[in-house]
């Protein structure tokens, strides 16, 4: 919900927060394929993780298969700061949704299930594309 989002005072960017989210659902990656998925070039994504590491929420780690190469992973922090955030869009959510009529309040709850099956079957690579 980009209006949710937006509607959120933040002292973070919205690339950093997105860096965040995709590091928590895809896992330890390199700042190359953070770049390519956040649509930022790699010097951007350095500065990105650079700031994300000096506040805690991001760190690097070596690379198991490649010792040459370093993966960027969410730390707890970062996870605190991800649940923290979709707790409140979460409430602004509902707040808005309660002051709706209750048949749209109602057409919204039967999307719900068409929407989670869309989730669970597109893959995640199309959202991610530029």
Known sequence: MLWARRSMQSEMSSTSITTLDTLEYAGPLRITDLARRE????????????RLENEGLAQRIADPTDGRVALVRVTSAGRQV?????TARSMALRTVIAKLPDGHQAALGNALDALLALAQTAPEQEWNTP
Request: proline share 6%.
């Open 82 to 86: 991800l649940r923290e955030r979709r």
């Open 39 to 50: 649509g930022v070039s790699q010097p951007g994504m350095t500065t990105v993780v650079n």
